[in-house]
């Protein structure tokens, strides 16, 4: 499964963003600077997951700008949550076609919010994927929905 | 000949995009016109004329099945290609969409290339046919 969530997160940020991804080793270390910005989807069907992605922004403003065509100063801050929804949305889109999933696992409208000081630090139970992009930090989960 | 294009997505800045594609994408367009929702869609239509329609499926108030429901009811507007931009390719959630009457879809995410193929499949003659223009274009 997080073979195909790494595939749909590649596929994903090389074609709308530009950006090349290199995936982290679980101890492997990469500092990051907040804020931080979090946007999640939920999958519900007979399995229902949720499915989200943390940023810090100054990332977030590199992808919102790769996205739109136009500068890093330019990208207002609604555009950060947007962008980030939307690509969030996408790479779900994307896992559930490489999942060859079933029509009754149906994607739900995505979120965003901007994290607390440490709330970005990983806790609970969810599996997570981290990735170097452009030297800064992007982080999936996927968790159990209940 | 330019082409009146209606692009149907509740995420500004996903309509933002696809206005940028279709430009970059050297098609000849008249007017662009956007709407959030299928209501939104329905409203520019009745006061109009639009030549293709691209939207996305999930949206709030009318999404993209209510929206190809209601075309489908018009004298004229039944006649108007419809393309989805979507995150959902899997069959099950696609065919029904195409026995509906819509004419294709691109899945997110997307190359303009793909756009432009697409199109130009549907619309036909006038489109621009440097795709260097595309491949250099960093939208």
């Not at chain 1, 922004?57 to 500068?71: D, P, T, V, Y």
Request: proline share 6%; net charge negative.
């Amino acid at each position: 499964m997080l073979a195909k969530l790494r595939a749909a997160t590649f596929e994903v940020l090389e074609t709308m963003f530009f950006l090349f991804p290199e995936g982290l080793e679980e101890d492997e270390l990469m500092p990051a600077r907040g804020p931080f910005l979090c946007s999640w989807v939920s999958i519900i069907g007979p399995q229902s997951l949720r499915l989200g992605m943390i940023v810090p922004e100054s990332l977030a403003r590199k992808m919102a700008a790769n996205f739109l065509g136009i500068s890093e100063p330019e990208v207002k801050q609604p555009e950060l949550e947007d962008i980030l929804k939307e690509t969030t949305n996408m790479m779900a889109g994307s896992f559930l076609s490489k999942l060859e999933a079933s029509s009754a696992f149906q994607l739900q409208t995505p979120h965003a919010r901007w994290l607390s000081p440490g709330e970005e630090k990983p806790k609970g139970p969810a599996k997570r994927l981290r990735f170097d992009v452009d030297e800064e930090l992007l982080e999936l989960f996927v968790e159990r929905e209940s | 000949m330019a082409y009146n294009v209606l692009i149907v997505d509740d995420s500004a800045v996903m309509r933002a995009l696809i206005r940028k594609v279709l430009v970059i994408s050297g098609f000849d367009i008249g007017q662009y016109f956007e709407g959030a929702n299928g209501l939104e869609a329905l409203a520019i239509l009745e006061n109009n004329w639009v030549d293709i329609i691209l939207s996305d499926l999930h949206m709030p108030e009318m999404n993209g099945a209510a929206l190809v429901k209601e075309l489908n009811k018009h004298e004229v507007w039944r006649n108007i290609p419809v393309v989805l931009i979507t995150t959902e390719a899997r069959p099950e959630i696609i065919n029904p969409f195409l026995e509906l009457g819509v004419r294709d879809y691109i899945q997110k995410p997307f190359r303009p290339e793909t756009i432009k193929q697409k199109l130009t499949g549907i619309l036909g003659e006038g489109m621009a046919t440097d795709a260097g223009q595309i491949e250099s274009c960093d939208f």
